[in-house]
C-alpha cells in the first residue's frame, strides 16, 4: 500500500516557522519467501513499520538563506517468522515455525539548509542521522504433537534491532525561463551500516535458536530530477523522475 504522511506548519514571526508531521517513510518494509526458500532457517517473511513524528524549526535570517534542523521519535514494531526442522519422537523430521512479535523506540535527529545567491537559483543541502532500535519482544513456537520434548522450542522473549542509515541530501533549482523551474537532487545513504541480522534469545541455554543473517549491504544513491510549469493561467503542472540504487547484494 501507499505510505501516508502528515505534516503542519506554523509560522508566529516573520523568518521562524516550527512544524510537526507523522511520516511512514522511508524506513520500513513487508516481504515473504516462498515456501522451500534456501534461507527459510534464518527468516521465513517479516513485517517491519519505522514511523516517524518529527518536530522541526526552520529561520531565514536573510531573504537568501534559510536553516533548519528536527528532532525525531519513532515507536516501531517489528513481526518475523523463521522456520525450524527438528526429529520427533518417532525419529521423523517436523517443521515448525517460530513467531516473533518485537516493539522498540528509536530517536534520531538532522538538519539542512538553503542558500538563494541570486535571483532563480536554489541550493541546499541536508543531513539525516542514524538511528538504532532495540526491539523486545515474545516468540511464540508452533510444535508438532509428536514432539514431547519442548525444552528448547518453548514461548520465550527475544531481542534483536535495527539500525537505519545515515542520510546526506543535496539539490540544486533554478528558473530556466520565467515558467519553468527545473529541480536535480541527489541522496547517499550510508547503507553498509546494515551488516547483519541478530536474533538473540536470552533464556536459550542450548544455543541453537539465536542466529546471525549477514546483510553485508552498501551504500548507495538516490538520484531525482524534477519540473515545474507554471505557464497557463489557474494552472501548476509539477513531474519528475528518479533513480534509487539497490543497496542489496
Do not use: C
Amino acid at each position: 500500500g501507499t505510505p501516508v504522511s502528515f505534516w503542519g506548519s506554523y509560522t508566529p514571526i516573520k523568518g521562524l516557522t516550527a512544524a510537526v508531521g507523522v511520516a511512514y517513510v522511508p524506513y520500513g518494509q513487508v516481504f515473504k519467501w516462498p515456501k522451500g526458500f534456501a534461507g527459510e532457517y534464518y527468516l521465513d517473511d517479516a513485517d517491519l513499520r519505522i514511523p516517524m513524528m518529527m518536530v522541526g524549526l526552520g529561520y531565514s535570517p536573510f531573504d537568501w538563506i534559510s536553516v533548519g534542523a528536527y528532532f525525531n521519535v519513532s515507536p516501531s514494531s517489528l513481526d518475523l517468522s523463521r522456520t525450524f526442522t527438528i526429529v520427533d519422537d518417532a525419529g521423523n523430521p517436523q517443521r515448525l515455525t517460530a513467531k516473533l512479535l518485537g516493539k522498540g523506540t528509536g530517536y534520531s535527529g538532522g538538519f539542512g539548509f538553503q542558500v538563494r545567491p541570486f535571483d532563480g537559483f536554489y541550493f541546499g543541502a541536508s543531513y539525516r542521522s542514524q538511528m538504532t532500535v532495540d526491539f523486545d519482544g515474545d516468540v511464540d513456537f508452533e510444535v508438532p504433537d509428536t514432539i514431547s520434548d519442548q525444552s528448547v522450542f518453548h514461548d520465550q522473549p527475544v531481542k534483536t534491532s535495527f539500525v537505519t542509515p545515515d542520510v546526506f541530501g543535496f539539490g540544486i533549482g533554478y528558473d530556466v525561463l520565467d515558467w519553468l523551474y527545473l529541480e536535480y537532487d541527489m541522496h547517499y545513504t550510508l547503507w553498509s551500516i546494515n551488516k547483519e541480522l541478530v536474533l538473540d534469545f536470552p533464556e536459550d541455554k542450548s544455543g541453537m535458536l539465536s542466529v546471525t543473517s549477514p546483510n553485508n549491504w552498501h551504500n548507495a544513491f538516490t538520484y531525482r530530477m524534477s519540473f515545474e510549469i507554471t505557464k497557463f493561467e489557474n494552472l501548476i503542472l509539477r513531474g519528475g523522475g528518479g533513480f534509487d540504487e539497490n543497496p542489496i547484494p
